[in-house]
């Protein structure tokens, strides 16, 4: 069944209509008939709706996918590893298809420009993604070396699905986590839920369709419910959930935390960021300038990643101020369905006004603004223009909170030792950038860095092989690489006895007579 009611390949043009859900192998509206309205953040237009679940109706998918997972005995959890990802990869084939399609109705839906929607997403997500199946973990239990002690015996490790688990990706990379998130568990064999942000959810229907036209993959595996606040609690609240991966804001999370905690649900989340960028004295500055602004306003600034706090010393600070502001005047702001756009439109109506309330704190508490992009005249949407901001101190809320908007804020440091400190100095710890000319010097710098990932003279390069997660609010546990798919499995240890001695050596301790 296809869900979206209109194939053209310009986001202008997309209508998608009354999206459904997927629930127990049918498309399916919500039992409480409630609907959301699904914005064009390019233009504001309304282009669909979404239903906004209840209780209900994750309930029923939950109890659906746990009878299909049935303790691992179930159709799908019994096939082999290799036998799933020969089924998931007739999905990104499927997908590979309708990469025009996927592009536009991620850019309609999430406000991305085409350019992006286009390269990272429809076209780089199933690549991506098709990796991460590669290096699922065998079903083969691993041997271990034979123990003598307390007698001989043979041990092995095996790596088991969870059971089901919700799947919950972000709304500034729909397509791309909807994807990641449900392959990567369902390859391990689990059950699947699937519940995307009500900002980015089009593309998520997308999948659920290609998904469900596997005729390998047994209906009550995969569902696919939409909504909003109701259904995220009764979701994570689940007693029959064992495995939650969501991506996403800070309260957000302690909100799962708090409603996981009572079934002691296993948790992956991937959070915030207030990444630093620290530019050292001997950084190459035509280098450095374009990759500060690729680290900040990469899709408008939306991004967990994002380099959102500039670290430059006192001596170069203005030199390199003046060279920001100048190539912040070539980004062309505009119509995201452009594929001359270079900077589009944020997510909705409530981001434009987040953004430009920390901003106005910001000249509040003392800082300026010291460039901003135009934005021109006509356009419709959500828009809020590339913005730096100078003078800002670290203990400013523009420095502490994650703004989640093309804000880049500007900090001088007197000495590398002061950069350490005020990059620390934060409740996040996902990522950060270091700007030198001297590698060994930068790996130094590296290391003393509380985060989970620093890009040395770059930034923003993920990697399906390579594990991504943060330290402090910044989220539990890793997505990506082997770590990151491990995380939806279980790990069973074996222990065989060879001694072929009764009664056993140990057992003296209880039966001594």
């Given at each position: 069944m296809e869900t979206t009611s209109a194939r053209q390949q310009s986001p202008r043009d997309v209508r998608v209509g009354d999206l459904r859900m997927y629930i127990e192998g049918d498309w399916c509206d919500p039992a409480n008939g409630r609907r959301i309205p699904i914005h064009n953040p390019g233009t504001g237009e309304?282009?669909?709706?979404?239903?906004?679940?209840?209780?209900?109706?994750?309930?029923?998918?939950?109890?659906?996918?746990?009878?299909?997972?049935?303790?691992?005995?179930?159709?799908?959890?019994?096939?082999?590893?290799?036998?799933?990802r020969v089924i998931l990869d007739r999905v990104l084939v499927t997908l590979e298809a309708r990469v025009q399609e996927i592009a536009a109705l991620e850019s309609a839906d999430a406000g991305m420009t085409i350019r992006n929607a286009t390269a990272f997403h429809a076209e780089g997500a199933p690549a991506f993604v098709r990796h991460t199946l590669e290096q699922a973990p065998s079903d083969v239990p691993q041997g271990l070396p034979l123990q003598e002690v307390p007698a001989l015996s043979a041990n092995y490790l095996r790596r088991e699905p969870?059971?089901?688990?919700?799947?919950?990706?972000?709304?500034?990379?729909?397509?791309?986590?909807?994807?990641?998130?449900a392959l990567a568990a369902l390859v391990c064999g689990n059950s699947v839920v699937l519940k995307p942000s009500p900002l980015c959810a089009v593309t998520?229907?997308?999948?659920?369709?290609?998904?469900?036209?596997?005729?390998?993959?047994?209906?009550?595996?995969?569902?696919?419910?939409?909504?909003?606040?109701?259904?995220?609690?009764?979701?994570?609240?689940?007693?029959?959930?064992?495995?939650?991966?969501?991506?996403?804001?800070?309260?957000?999370?302690?909100?799962?935390?708090?409603?996981?905690?009572?079934?002691?649900?296993?948790?992956t989340l991937e959070l915030g960021g207030k990444g630093p960028a620290i530019v050292c004295d001997d950084a190459d500055l035509d280098q450095a300038v374009d990759g500060i602004l690729w680290g900040v306003m990469w899709v408008s600034g939306q991004a967990c990643i994002a380099g959102s706090r500039l670290l430059v010393s006192e001596r170069r600070h203005d030199e390199l101020l003046d060279r920001l502001k100048s190539r912040l005047a070539t980004i062309k702001v505009g119509d995201p369905a452009d594929p001359d756009t270079d900077f589009g439109p944020v997510a909705s109506a409530d981001a434009v006004k987040r953004i430009a309330h920390y901003v106005d704190s910001a000249v509040y508490q003392g800082a300026r603004i010291a460039a901003q992009g135009v934005l021109p005249e006509g356009l419709g949407g959500y828009f809020y223009p590339p913005?730096?901001?100078?003078?800002?101190?670290?203990?400013?809320?523009?420095?502490?909170?994650?703004?989640?908007?093309?804000?880049?804020s500007v900090l001088t440091y007197r000495d590398i030792d002061d950069a350490v400190r005020i990059a620390n100095n934060s409740d996040f710890g996902l990522s950060a950038t270091v700007w030198s000319g001297d590698n060994v010097a930068a790996m130094a710098i590296a290391r003393r860095l509380r985060v989970g990932t620093v890009w040395i003279n770059e930034h923003?390069?993920?990697n399906s092989g390579i594990p991504f997660g943060g330290y402090k609010h910044s989220g539990i546990g890793r997505e990506f690489g082997l770590q990151g798919i491990e995380a939806f499995t279980e790990l069973k240890h074996i222990h065989l006895d060879l001694s072929g001695s009764t009664p056993n050596p140990a057992w003296a301790i209880l039966l001594g007579h």
């Open positions: 309304v282009i669909g709706t979404i239903p906004d679940a209840g209780a209900d109706d994750v309930d029923r998918a939950v109890r659906a996918a746990d009878a299909a997972f049935a303790d691992g005995a179930g159709e799908w959890a019994s096939r082999t590893v290799a036998e799933r969870i059971g089901v688990v919700a799947c919950m990706p972000p709304s500034n990379a729909g397509y791309m986590m909807s994807l990641y998130k998520s229907t997308v999948v659920a369709e290609a998904i469900a036209a596997e005729p390998e993959i047994p209906a009550d595996v995969f569902h696919l419910v939409l909504g909003d606040v109701e259904a995220g609690e009764a979701l994570t609240s689940h007693s029959l959930v064992r495995k939650i991966s969501f991506t996403g804001s800070v309260p957000t999370a302690k909100r799962i935390m708090a409603a996981a905690a009572p079934n002691l649900t296993d948790l913005t730096i901001i100078d003078g800002v101190t670290n203990d400013m809320d523009i420095a502490r909170d994650e703004v989640f908007g093309p804000v880049l923003h390069i993920l």
